[in-house]
């Protein structure tokens, strides 16, 4: 199984984004999708996750910001970034609760960068 995470990039104060993931491989189904951010000398925190059966959870940071959506038949999780800031500057991660037969499995994407800067 792979996440394959997209749409990050340099962006100014105030303005959108959209990453994407996408998982590939041989699985059953996903449970949850979350996407996670890491800035530099800071934690990896939670952003927002959405469930399989659409139950959404945001980071109180983000919260009226961002919205995180799925495409269940592609597989694919989007998170619709606007109003950036600054400090939403961060590598973004793409986790995903994957079933492979009775069992659960953690995925990782190889995270993307998004920069919020002027």
């Known amino acids: 199984v792979q996440l394959v995470e997209s749409g990050g990039g340099l962006v100014q104060p105030g303005g959108s984004l959209r990453l994407s993931c996408t998982a590939s491989?041989?699985?059953?189904?996903?449970?949850?999708m979350t996407w996670y951010r890491e800035a530099p000398g800071k934690q990896r925190e939670l952003v927002a996750s959405?469930?399989?059966?659409?139950?959404?959870n945001y980071a109180d940071s983000v919260k009226g910001r961002f919205t995180i959506s799925r495409v269940e038949a592609e597989n694919t999780v989007s998170l619709q970034m606007n109003s950036l800031k600054p400090e939403d500057t961060a590598v973004y991660y793409c986790?995903?609760?994957?079933?492979?037969?009775?069992?659960?499995?953690?995925?990782w994407g190889q995270g993307t960068q998004v920069t919020v800067s002027s």
């Open positions: 986790n995903g609760n994957i079933r492979k037969g009775s069992y659960e499995y953690s995925y």
């Open positions: 959405i469930t399989y059966g659409g139950s959404t």
């Open positions: 491989g041989f699985f059953s189904g996903i449970n949850r």
